[in-house]
């Protein structure tokens, strides 16, 4: 089993930064990727950016192409996502989960494991 808790959020005023982290715990592989995904209100779940397991590859969404880059350090057991120029429409809550690395990893589908979600609120 494996488990994931984000923290980091919180309310920033616009063009700020935050650094989002994902803790992990139990049991993980090579081969696997780690997800971040956002759920703003009344939207549906949206794909963020993801890592390889061994950090060396990464892959984002459009929306967010630029503004975030998703690191690990795998002897804390930790994947970091650094959000830079925010805007209100950046406003959601952050998921991280751990799924398998593939062609499919843009998709919720990839991911087997969830944590409970960080609120990020970004001002204008």
């Known amino acids: 089993q494996v488990q994931l808790v984000e923290s980091g959020g919180g309310l920033v005023q616009a063009g700020g930064s935050l650094r989002l982290s994902c803790a992990i715990s139990?049991?993980?592989?090579?081969?696997?990727?780690t997800g971040w995904f956002r759920q703003a209100p009344g939207k549906e779940r949206a794909f963020v950016g993801t890592?390889?397991?061994?950090?060396?590859?990464?892959v984002y969404a459009d929306s967010v192409e630029g503004r975030i880059a998703i690191s690990r350090d795998n002897a804390k057991n930790s994947v970091y996502l650094e959000m830079n120029s925010l805007k209100p429409e950046d406003t959601a809550v952050y998921y991280c989960?751990?799924?398998?690395?593939?062609?499919?990893?843009?998709?919720?589908?990839?991911?087997?494991?969830w944590g409970q979600g960080t609120q990020v609120t970004v001002s204008s």
């Open positions: 139990g049991r993980t592989f090579a081969g696997s990727a």
């Open positions: 890592i390889d397991w061994n950090g060396h590859m990464t």
């Open positions: 989960a751990q799924g398998r690395w593939g062609t499919e990893a843009a998709t919720a589908g990839a991911y087997d494991y």
